[in-house]
């Protein structure tokens, strides 16, 4: 579910909402009401600019400085904004703490909300009717999927992303990664792991 066969024939065609955002696209642009070099100015932004490497930042930061840490759980929202990461869907944030008992996972199951100023534009699969269903129904099917396998003694939490509030998951420090540095922890951040259904790379 969670990878695209791109060895498939029909792989190099756009998806069928995104011949219908195409054309959205070019019938606004005909008409002025947009401007297509503004437009992929905005993409450009959060693919590059405000992407996974925001929140990777704030997990290292939160991994080797434990009262950042426990500022981070007890009120996000400030605690990013203070760090600069702030803006359209990222008004309300909480941080959720991976530990040895309890994994957590992040879905929305109304839409897509997610949290863009420190995640980016948000991967095709979070958009999905299947995980987005079944998620909630079957986290630990879904987690294998992605090559995520907990031990039983391990629950699983899901938490429901809205309008009004967005979730990042902290995942646990990988063992070995004692003498690192914050800037050396960000390189094993992965974005999947910041949803929950990835973990950090392992250190070289």
Known sequence: MPHDDHDHPHALLPP???????????????KGLIDPAALDEIIDTYQN?????????????AWVDPEFKAELLKDATSVVADLGFYGRQGEHMVVVENTPEQHNMVVCTLC???????????????????YRARAVREPRKVLAEFGVTLPTTSSVRVWDS???????????????????????LVGLVTRDSMIGTGLPEEPS
């Open 162 to 184: 809205t309008a009004e509030v967005r979730y990042l998951v902290l995942p646990m420090r990988p063992l070995g990664t004692d003498g690192l540095s914050e800037d050396e």
């Open 16 to 30: 069928d909402p995104a011949l219908r955002v195409k054309a959205l696209e070019t019938i606004l642009t005909r």
């Open 112 to 130: 897509s909300c997610y949290p863009w100023p420190l995640l980016g534009i948000p991967p095709g699969w979070y958009k999905s009717d299947a």
């Open 49 to 61: 600019k405000i992407g996974p490497q925001n929140g990777a930042r704030v997990v290292a930061k």
